[in-house]
């Protein structure tokens, strides 16, 4: 005799292959995306690294052509690595030179986008070993409060308060640099 009680569990276990199977087949993307790809391969792309000046750089994650156009925020952003000597970091204050630096390097990268978008978060992160986390912090801070501060017409809204903008530390073997990470937000147009 059969055992006829295991028909349903059988059933079952293929029910849920088929449905792994299924999950497995289908794209997280719709199909519009794949034509938007095809039409992105076409067209020219151009290089966004450049060097924003002597001391600092410039690296975008995306090209012009691959921007999308829906609002909200890119999820890409705009990096600029600023390298301000050891003293800095070491005390926590940035200097006269070291500051007017990191807002070139920044007015910088927020004038190439072409789309003229406005920034709608920040993320600045001091470089330094692990003994230098506590200095490190507190320069990306003062780096924030500058940028908030003095660079009100490259952010989103009404006003700068409306901007995340957030401070960290990052492991690096010397401290020495600033780096600064821009998120524009599509549908917003800078002052």
Known sequence: MAPRHLA??????LFLVLMLVAFGATTPDGP???AAGAAESVAPSVSASVSASASGSLTNSGSPSSRPTSPGLDPRS???TVVVGSGPLQSGKLSDDAARTVLADVAAAVEKDDARRG????????LAPTAGQG???QLASAVNTMLQSQFKSAFCGQSDQQVVLRDAWRYAPTADSIRVELFFVNGCRRG
């Open 8 to 13: 349903g569990w059988l059933f079952a276990d």
């Open 32 to 34: 519009d995306d794949s």
């Open 78 to 80: 705009v990096t600029v």
């Open 119 to 126: 920034v709608g978060l920040v993320f600045t992160s001091g």
């Open 135 to 137: 200095p490190a912090q």
